[in-house]
């Protein structure tokens, strides 16, 4: 997807452009890492550990798992079906082995 991007500070994508560089990585791809960096931490304040071992199991067996207002509603064998359990409630966390991007990397806050 080719996407345009105004008031990007000029002295912080020249240091991006460098550290891509180094890394031997394209801009883009930086751009991706450092979004899905955001998405996965920026809510680092209100930080919350699942010790649901439902919630557990179903990721382990490849399902969408969803824990929603304090408590696992279920597994389910798509992403449609768990999205629309899901607004039946206020705050809600998936996450599924599919979401995986890299190793140590999940996706899945609602």
Do not use: H, P, Q
């Amino acid at each position: 997807m080719k996407v345009t991007i105004k008031g990007v500070d000029e002295r912080l994508y020249k240091m991006l452009k460098a550290k891509a560089s180094i890394e031997g990585i394209s801009v883009s791809e930086a751009i991706n890492k450092a979004i899905k960096l955001w998405l996965v931490n920026k809510d680092l304040d209100r930080l919350m550990v699942i010790k649901s071992k439902e919630f557990w199991d179903a990721v382990n067996d490849g399902k969408y798992a969803l824990f929603c207002d304090g408590n696992f509603i279920g597994g389910f064998d798509s992403e449609e079906g768990m999205i629309k359990e899901a607004r039946k409630y206020k705050k809600c966390y998936a996450l599924s082995k599919k979401w995986l991007i890299e190793e140590g990397e999940v996706t899945g806050v609602l």
